[in-house]
């Protein structure tokens, strides 16, 4: 395995952890929003 490829997933991973971590504040924001919502009559 070259180091290229390495250095090419190790990227693509970061890139992924990123984008999971957006995707899990992005849907606790909204879903926090929406029990409030459902809650507040």
């Known amino acids: ?5 390495r ?3 190790a990227a693509v991973m970061r890139m992924a952890k990123k984008q999971m971590m957006n995707y899990t ?3 606790i924001g909204h879903s926090k929003a929406f029990w409030i ?3 507040d009559g």
């Open 7 to 9: 250095i090419l997933i």
């Open 37 to 39: 919502y459902s809650n």
């Open 25 to 27: 504040t992005y849907f």
């Open 1 to 5: 395995m070259s180091p290229i490829w």
